[in-house]
């Protein structure tokens, strides 16, 4: 009997699986259940059948396969969810409103401009079309910002929905564990936990294992636990707002991070949703915005190399204004005699007995010798590069810090102030003409730069140096020498003056750039480059060296006159040059001998010259310029005097501990005798120019962080020195390197958004390590920023058409109102192969304005079609996987219908038995009655 009833209560028990087998044909995860039926055997006698095992019918291997393709599936997925906009963006070339078609456009506007020169509609038209380009360059890098700014949302987002499906997890994990223990069935647990994790693999790739206990635990393929006994939660926190320079490389984006590591998993995450984003974002977007921008800078450097040669008649050209920021130029007065200057050096006083400043004597003519009375610079205080500081000078202007060039002896020293002195010089033989011309284009008065360079203007009736000059910097120059650009302007408004415009002015702005004003409205200034110093010599661009840093060596080469101090600039950038970046660089780059790096901003020189060392890569670069990028310096100081009522102390620490601490009893001080005073042990402490203000800047010869604390020394305004000067680290130059296209950038970034200049010392060959690396100031932002020049939008009528020109007959300039060479040579421009560097998807060649934006077209939509034909093929593979497994897994009726027959048939004849023995019992009872 019993055994016919375990019969009975298996069956029904197989039924029930049965039942929930085709219940649930339809539910996603659901695995077909097998019921496993054992034998019962009691004292070694088989007493029927019982409940074994409930088998789910999954494929672990093939579950795996799965998984792994679903991450590579959910990739591709959300790569199209941002592709196709990509594409919209950029269009098709023969598109209106394609950036390829409305520089087409550009072209034909100047085209038109070439035979119709002296049209105002034409003029008009031009700057529109003009504009149109801009415009365009402006919004696709507005968009392409704002589709990284989503995708890093988006990774924000899949973080936050992984999390929530490890938690989920884990939940399940401990259900099974529990259930598991108490034998009360985990199938169905089991189905929901491999829901999730196939789910889970779509966001992120994934390795996992099963544990002894039947808990999973969970990895990212590089090894990373997201799931043991706990869940190690994701952290990520999304940005507010995107820039073309921004990049995860160079920190501007936060770290992807498990919960109790701070571990950066952001590129070890090869597959899935986020791995979409992260390329969206890192990669392809950027990518695109490298190709805009080179195409702008391109389009920017040519349009205005052009335009700098032209004229404008009838418009009159009576000033300019440069669009080159210049870094503030250190100078010094000469001095016969001066008794109360204090020297400071290595944080205490120098006994001098009198200055004297001598100019000339120098390499440079910034340079001065400084004589002292008494015999104190010794070889072993005063050697080359000796940094000092001078306090209370008679001659305002020379207070400030120094280096020591050259030490002649024991009373004399060749010296220069800390602050850049820049230099240009023009290439041999080359030379620019100046002219003077009435309104109707005739010749007033004409000479050549290298002429009036020669010329000493100090004796000029009238003459006074003006902001930041001084009387010196009028002086004869020598024939092509280097000259600074204080010198150009002083010896530019030296030549107008004594042509008779007494209002003339030439100098640099607080903003570091040329300002030029003739100071006659019915004059035009005109500028031509010339091959030679001839009259009417060929018009050709003139090579202008220039030597950022005052050290002799050219950091940077460019073509005419005009267009160096960007004077008529067509296209202007609303940016400084404060991004430089290399060429694309193989990963496996590293440099083949030492070299030399500095880094200076508008104000000097930031930290020391290093070196990096040969064999260095790009990472090694980066880190090198990190640290010695940084500086500890005060706020922009307006008052630069003061009177301690109490004594104080100034406490300088590296992250080792303290380096010195010098005293400062009660008294009168000024920015620089502070500055001489902390210039000891391993710091550097200088006064530097900001503008109108100075600071009081430190930095560490080792290129070590350091710390000021100032405690003590109250003011009678009721502060104390430390509150007034509010010393603080900052980071002032920081580099990274970044991806694009083939290989990778070292960037190198001002955080200021100043004006940054490199400098490396040449070798034998000329060469240094921004040759090396073809290190210099980026396309990086250049669309972001690019616009028509406003003067132009307001007044079309100023575009340059004609240029200065030569008539033999009377040996004479003139400019023409019906010129049209300029014109000529901006159409020709649409036909003319440009040198394009690698950026993005396309390599360095050669490519006219438009074929290198029909080519940027071409690459975006090659990516996205290449995206969709790889995310095709995975939803085939991905679509056969699952069919396979479903095939395994899933529930088949007819199966099914068949087994709950063998059950039903096993059901009834376990019930003929019972009944069979129920009727032999009652027989068996009727018998004994």
Do not use: C
Not at 217 to 231: A, C, K, R, W, Y
Request: charge should be negative.
């Amino acid at each position: 009997m019993n055994t016919a009833l375990s019969g009975l209560l298996t069956s029904q028990r197989g039924l029930d699986v049965i039942a929930q087998n085709v219940s649930n044909v339809n539910t996603v995860g659901y695995t077909r259940k097998v019921l496993n039926q054992e034998a019962r055997i009691v004292g070694g006698v088989g007493a029927g059948v019982q409940e074994g095992s409930l088998t789910r019918m999954a494929h672990e291997g093939l579950l795996k396969d799965i998984r792994r393709q679903n991450s590579e599936l959910g990739r591709l997925e959300a790569e199209q969810t941002m592709y196709p906009r990509i594409d919209d963006l950029f269009g098709e070339v023969e598109d209106d409103t394609s950036i390829a078609h409305r520089l087409s456009d550009l072209m034909n506007a100047f085209e038109s401009l070439s035979t119709q020169s002296d049209k105002s509609s034409t003029q008009w038209n031009t700057v529109q079309k003009a504009q149109d380009v801009s415009d365009s360059m402006q919004d696709m890098t507005r968009q392409i910002q704002n589709l990284r700014l989503e995708a890093d949302n988006q990774i924000d987002l899949t973080v936050d929905n992984i999390n929530r499906m490890l938690d989920d997890i884990n939940d399940l994990n401990q259900k099974i564990v529990k259930h598991g223990t108490i034998a009360t069935g985990t199938a169905d647990l089991e189905d929901q936990r491999d829901v999730l994790l196939t789910e889970l693999s779509k966001s992120i790739d994934i390795q996992y294992f099963k544990r002894q206990d039947n808990s999973v635990s969970i990895f990212t393929n590089s090894g990373e636990m997201l799931l043991d006994n706990q869940v190690q939660h994701l952290s990520y926190t999304s940005s507010t707002v995107t820039a073309a320079w921004m990049t995860s490389a160079g920190g501007q984006f936060g770290k992807i991070t498990a919960e109790g590591s701070g571990l950066d998993l952001t590129n070890d995450l090869t597959s899935g949703q986020i791995r979409a984003f992260i390329k969206m974002r890192d990669e392809v977007l950027p990518q695109a915005q490298s190709m805009i921008d080179e195409m702008a800078k391109q389009l920017h450097d040519n349009v205005n190399q052009i335009h700098n040669r032209g004229t404008s008649l009838p418009n009159i050209s009576s000033s300019y204004n440069g669009t080159r920021a210049f870094a503030s130029q250190g100078d010094i007065v000469n001095d016969a005699a001066d008794a109360v200057a204090t020297m400071y050096r290595a944080g205490g006083t120098v006994t001098h007995g009198g200055l004297a400043f001598a100019a000339g004597s120098g390499s440079y003519p910034w340079q001065a010798t400084l004589t002292a009375t008494n015999a104190v610079f010794t070889a072993a205080d005063f050697p080359a590069g000796t940094v000092f500081t001078l306090s209370g000078t008679d001659t305002a202007r020379n207070a400030g810090t120094y280096r020591v060039v050259e030490r002649t002896d024991n009373w004399n020293v060749v010296v220069e102030k800390v602050n850049p002195r820049q230099t240009i010089q023009l290439d041999t033989g080359d030379d620019v003409v100046l002219g003077l011309f009435d309104t109707s284009g005739d010749q007033i008065a004409k000479t050549t730069l290298n002429t009036i360079m020669q010329v000493d203007y100090q004796a000029t009736a009238g003459l006074t140096p003006g902001t930041g000059r001084n009387v010196a910097d009028f002086d004869n120059r020598t024939d092509h020498g280097d000259w600074s650009i204080n010198e150009v302007t002083a010896h530019i408004e030296g030549w107008l003056k004594a042509e008779g415009y007494s209002n003339a002015s030439v100098n640099l702005n607080s903003d570091g750039k040329l300002d030029i004003s003739v100071g006659d409205t019915t004059v035009s200034l005109a500028f031509r480059d010339q091959g030679s110093s001839t009259d009417g010599a060929d018009q050709a661009d003139a090579k202008i060296f220039f030597d950022a840093t005052g050290d002799g060596a050219t950091d940077q080469t460019v073509s005419g006159f005009s267009n160096f101090f960007g004077l008529n600039d067509f296209y202007v950038k609303d940016n400084a040059n404060s991004i430089h970046d290399s060429a694309i660089q193989d990963d496996s780059f590293t440099t083949s001998t030492s070299r030399t790096l500095s880094l200076w901003d508008s104000t000097g020189q930031i930290g020391p010259e290093f070196t990096v060392a040969a064999n260095s890569s790009l990472s090694d670069i980066a880190d090198s310029v990190n640290r010695y990028g940084r500086v500890t310096e005060s706020a922009r100081l307006s008052t630069t005097s003061w009177t301690t009522t109490s004594a104080a102390t100034v406490t300088i620490a590296d992250p080792s501990g303290t380096l010195f601490t010098q005293a400062l009893p009660a008294g009168a001080y000024t920015v620089e005798a502070l500055a001489g005073l902390l210039n000891q042990s391993s710091v550097t402490a200088t006064v530097v120019v900001d503008g109108a203000y100075k600071r009081l800047r430190l930095t560490d010869s080792r290129g070590e962080e350091l710390t000021a604390t100032i405690n003590g020394g109250d003011l009678s305004t009721g502060s104390d020195l430390g509150t007034t000067l509010e010393m603080s680290k900052e980071q002032k130059v920081y580099a990274a390197v970044v991806p694009d296209g083939s290989g990778s950038r070292l960037r190198i970034i001002h955080s200021g958004n100043q004006e940054l200049f490199l400098s490396s010392d040449l070798d034998g060959q000329g060469k240094n390590l921004l040759s090396d690396l073809s290190l210099e100031a980026a396309a990086t932002t250049t669309a972001a920023g690019l616009a028509v020049r406003q003067e132009l939008v307001a007044g079309p009528e100023r575009i340059s058409r004609g240029m200065m020109q030569w008539n033999s007959d009377v040996d004479e300039y003139f400019i023409s109102e019906g010129d049209n060479a300029v014109a000529l040579q901006m159409a020709e421009l649409g036909t003319t192969k440009l040198s394009f560097d690698s950026a993005g998807g396309l390599f360095q060649g050669q490519y006219t304005l438009s074929e290198y934006a029909a080519a940027t077209i071409s690459v975006v939509a090659g990516d996205s079609d290449h995206s969709k034909t790889v995310l095709d093929y995975q939803s085939t593979l991905s679509e056969s996987l699952d069919f396979q497994y479903t095939s395994f897994s899933g529930v088949n009726l007819d199966e099914e219908v068949s087994a709950m027959i063998d059950y039903q048939q096993a059901y009834t004849a376990s019930a003929k038995v019972i009944t069979a023995i129920q009727e032999m019992l009652e027989v068996l009872v009727n018998i004994i009655q």
